[in-house]
């Protein structure tokens, strides 16, 4: 992120539950609660009054919702609707196939917030979800089996490298 | 007169009437600003209430709803109309729940620290900051990232956001993509407008803007605008009022033509009758126009309706016309007579003014010098153009016998007094309260539309347009201290549910007093650079990101305290200007109620504060102010009465022929208070209004019936006279009384209530003439 000088790991669990809800739980470095249900956002941290805004104000949000719910349900046509996608895949010597996901939202003004999504796995088993906001940052989700494997210190290239490349 | 005299008289008349026409047109500049209509006021309180009526926050608020498409499609009209009207010079407030930060001006954005509360409880020291830059890196790591990613080098301890909690309304409904909703699926927005709210004219211009500006955003068909408010209201009654007054005065004045051209059967005496009028009607507003820079609407309105009284002045003349005699005799010999009603009705009207109410004087002068003119205008000029040749309407049979039926009719003695005790009966036994005081219910609302008004200012929070605390101080900064000292009292009555919210001006700028004790706590540079070195820590956060911050808090420490008038310039502080208000060598301010449960807990709150405070209960004020005009009505009108009473009896010069007219006029008018009372009407000012006309009139039936001629044939034509005019004034008013509006049905009900009473009192309690004469 450009307002910090490194990046921001935390970790958790990312449910879906059904519908348009999301809820994402972090446990590290602090405990946190986010649910996204009905077009709003709720926050709720240890010690805190929990706070909402809408999900209209958080479009890179929406767009998590759109491409997970979607991805989740296998929905192909709301994620047309919302996204153009690229696919790519190669294949590995290993094993599997290795692919790429890119979503670019359609609506310009969420655009403005989020430049695209790639979704990188392997096999019917997606490892990685990295969104590209405008500004320059980048989120990196590591999934699945790469949960576990966050680097102490990470850098933009070793988690490139951890979701497009080995075992 | 020969040919060529009465073309050249009929010719410099209209010119007469055409040249004051034009100076009508040129100098006549209507107001409609109902504070005209209402008498000076004399306690404090009502000096507020005027003002609030022209200017309070609460009466300059429209409530809108747009609703009938998908929450998306509303929630982005509902932001294009907020934009479209915060760049409107006609509205000073435009809210819909989206924040938009651009409301607080970008010069004004250091003043944060101390417009904010924060540090009257924290200092902005290493633990302080330290906690905060936690926050923020957990913020960033959290959905609510990229809200806040942009404020966080210049605002980390988000100072923004509880300034703009702190001022979004206290109860406000339901944040739906991004916009207030209701629970009906409506996007609702606050609007205030710099009108006036009573002041129908410009409200109707506020709120064409608003339709204008709704219809032209893309993706308008198929959504629906709903407004309401006060200035919503008067903009319907008035139109209401307007259109249907107008539709029923169109299909009387068809009426009354064809009702005159049965009477005297030529359409040339009908078109020179209604020269009077026309004159009565042009004077009068030229009288007004040459003496007040501005004729109130509503002057215009009833003086038209008062004049009604000098249509009869033709319609006498017309009707006591005989055969082969010139119309300047039958004249002379009815002037006597004529001149006793012109100046009677003169002398009632009289009363108008003496009220000492603007538009009341404005009325008299409109009447008094219309009548006048048509009176006279009646004896010198009519005259001489009317036609020589003339049916003598004596010979009518259906007249010879409907004299003949009205002279056989019993007149016992005890008639009168068996009367005037069933009015008196009447009066006692009338149930409700003799008068109306609020001067709204004559004017109400379709119940669909104050049904709607009172969900939305539920639903926004909207304050109520009932209850205002008052704060009064020697000075601007004074009232931001008192408005200061108030709030934690006022928190307590909101947690104890006695009102729902309440906002004080101090809500939004704090006194220079507090903001100076906000500018100490704040650190100087190099303490907070230090600081924030300290609490970063061990935190990812970039380098000098926070100089912004540094330098924002450097302005506030250094610069003048924020004053009213500096921050009434930006887009947020109309608000504080409308709450904020200087009056005669002091300062008031205005804090606003919401949901008002227990007055009582906020009259002891103001009365605790030693009269700096004080609660204006408006509907209160408003309807003591009525008591105090129609008090003041009824004194001129007593006087009037006095008046009228020497007046007659000097012109009749017989106390006993005075107690012939005046006695049935009187009884008359008791009679018709007491059958509405009866039937449950509260009287209001119009009510009394339409009793001075409808006396007005009844005073010509029983001065000509009381006219004692001996002459079989004259009283013939009285007769006709009378009935032609009873019969135009039943036709136009008992129109008027069938409105659905209770204002003119007030007006009409009472007239032909009081017009039919009149005429028979007046027959049956004349002095018996004619052939059986019983005197």
Known sequence: ?167 | MPRSGRALLLTLWLLALAGLGVLVMQRLKVSTDLRDFMPAPTTPDQRLLMEQVGEGPGSRLLLLAVSGKPDAELSSLSQGLATALRKDARFSQVLNGGFDIAALDERLLPYRYLLSPTLDSEAMDKDFLADQFQQRLDDLSSPAASLLKGLLPRDPTLEVLKLAERWTPAKSPELREGVWFSAQSEALLLVQTHAAGFDPDAQSEAVAGIEKAFHALPGNPGATLAISGPGYFSVVISKQTRGQAERIGNVSTVGFILLLLLAYRSVGSLLLSALPIASAALAGIAALVLLFPQVHGITLAFGFTLLGVAQEYPIRVLSHRRAGEDAIASVRGLWPLLLTAIASACIAYLAFYASGVNGLKQLAVFTITGLLVAGFSTRYLLPHLLPMRVRDVADMPWLQRARRFVDRLPRPRWMPLLVALATVLMLAMAPGSFWQNDLAALTPLPQDLLQRDARLREALGAPDVRYLLILQAADAQGVLKLSEQLEPKVDALVARHAVDAVELPSRYLPSETLQRVRQQKLPGRTALQEAIEQATQGMPFRKDLFAPFVDDVETARSSPPLKPEVFAQSALGQRLSAMLVPREGHWLGLGTLSGVHDAAALEALASESGGAVRLLDLKQASESLVVDYRTRILHALLGATGLLVLTITFALRSLRRAWHVLAPMTLATFLVLAVERMAGVEISLFHLVALILAAGLGLHYALFFERDTGDVAEQRRTLHATLVCVLSALLVFGMLAWSTIPVLRAIGLTVSLGVAFHFCLSILMAPHVGHDDAR
């Open chain 1, 1 to 167: 992120m450009k307002v910090l000088d490194q990046p921001l790991v935390v970790s958790g669990e990312l449910g879906w539950l059904g519908g348009d809800k999301l809820e994402r739980r972090v446990d590290h470095p602090s405990k946190e609660t986010s649910t996204i249900a009905d077009g709003e956002v709720t926050q709720q941290r240890d010690g805190r009054k929990p706070r909402s805004f809408s999900l209209k104000r958080a479009p890179q949000l929406q767009v998590l919702l759109d491409s997970f719910v979607a991805l989740l349900g296998g929905d192909a046509s709301r994620l047309n609707q919302a996204f153009s996608i690229t696919f790519d895949s190669t294949r590995h010597d290993g094993g599997a196939d290795a692919w790429t996901l890119t979503l670019t939202p359609r609506d310009t003004r969420v655009a403005k917030t989020v430049a695209s999504i790639q979704i990188d796995g392997r096999g019917n088993e997606p490892r990685c979800m990295r969104m590209q906001e405008a500004d320059g940052d980048l989120a990196v989700d590591l999934l699945g089996v790469l949960a576990t494997r966050m680097p102490v210190a990470p850098t933009r290239e070793t988690l490139l490298a951890l979701c497009k490349g080995g075992s």
